[in-house]
């Protein structure tokens, strides 16, 4: 378990970062733009693997973030996030249950903010603990199976993406209080997930999952594998007219809701 920061976020602003993960990047996918580097395979795990944060981190968690409220520094979220997938800790809910109590001891608004890549979201002690946050920011590259397994490259255990959307969908349907922001990271290079197909998919699965924001990003630091490569902040403001324009207003109406994040917003 480590802290980051307090550093600025392009999606968050200033935001202190807890890692609650082992030091060998622990992830279900293995993302050809992390920017963690390619995930080892003693790190590549089953959605149902778990690690534990022990009695010692606990404490330290508990010191830290009350003297970031003593303190008052002018922190926007306690994000956990870090060296992987951070529903793969066994007692994350134990954990944001602190964080929430310490929140609360303070009259505290800073909001807690887990960044997930959704492959675990249906899991009910996942699901129990996620309630409780009050911010999650899942991930959604691509609504195609073939163009996930490439980019994502998720473990044999993690379910297909037309599952993950039913799931992120049920998730925001059962905990309409708890925030849900879909974010997309949008890619080129040796591989592409914006040409027109790719961007009707993921308009028809934001309308499925009607979260509250949905964020279009891309690279910003050294990636993976070689020959990824950023989407110029121009296309991706295109992309998002695009989106707006083939949006179902019936359905779920995303104007307002898709916010940018060009390449060179990144501090
Ligand atoms: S889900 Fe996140 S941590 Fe895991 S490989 Fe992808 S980008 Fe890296």
């Known amino acids: 378990?480590?802290?980051?920061?307090?550093?600025?976020?392009?999606?968050?602003?200033?935001?202190?970062?807890?890692?609650?993960?082992?030091?060998?990047?622990?992830?279900?996918?293995?993302?050809?733009?992390?920017?963690?580097?390619?995930?080892?395979?003693?790190?590549?795990?089953?959605?149902?693997?778990?690690?534990?944060?022990?009695?010692?981190?606990?404490?330290?968690?508990?010191?830290?973030?009350?003297?970031?409220?003593?303190?008052?520094?002018?922190?926007?979220?306690?994000?956990?996030?870090?060296?992987?997938?951070?529903?793969?800790?066994?007692?994350?809910?134990?954990?944001?249950?602190?964080?929430?109590k310490i929140k609360k001891d303070y009259d505290s608004k800073i909001p807690v903010t887990v960044f997930t890549n959704a492959s675990t979201i249906h899991i009910p002690e996942v699901q129990n603990a996620l309630a409780k946050v009050d911010t999650i920011i899942a991930k959604l590259d691509t609504t195609e199976q073939d163009l996930f397994e490439k980019i994502n490259k998720p473990h044999n255990s993690v379910p297909t993406i037309d599952q993950i959307i039913g799931n992120l969908k049920d998730f925001k349907k059962n905990h309409p209080n708890t925030e849900l922001i879909i974010q997309t990271m949008l890619i080129s290079g040796r591989l592409k997930n914006f040409e027109e197909e790719h961007i009707y998919g993921l308009v028809e699965s934001y309308e499925k999952i009607k979260p509250d924001k949905i964020f279009i990003y891309t690279i910003a630091r050294p990636t993976a594998v070689e020959k990824v490569w950023k989407v110029r902040l121009e296309k991706l403001e295109e992309i998002r007219d695009i989106m707006i324009q083939k949006n179902n207003k019936d359905i779920f109406d995303l104007h307002g809701k898709i916010d940018v994040f060009g390449p060179s917003s990144e501090l």
């Open 1 to 100: 378990m480590s802290f980051y920061g307090p550093f600025i976020s392009r999606r968050l602003g200033w935001s202190l970062g807890l890692d609650l993960l082992p030091v060998v990047k622990t992830c279900t996918f293995d993302c050809i733009y992390c920017e963690l580097g390619c995930t080892p395979e003693s790190g590549y795990c089953s959605i149902n693997h778990r690690v534990e944060v022990d009695q010692e981190s606990m404490e330290r968690i508990d010191y830290r973030i009350t003297t970031i409220h003593k303190s008052k520094i002018p922190v926007k979220s306690i994000t956990l996030s870090g060296n992987g997938e951070p529903t793969l800790v066994s007692n994350i809910g134990d954990v944001i249950d602190l964080i929430q």
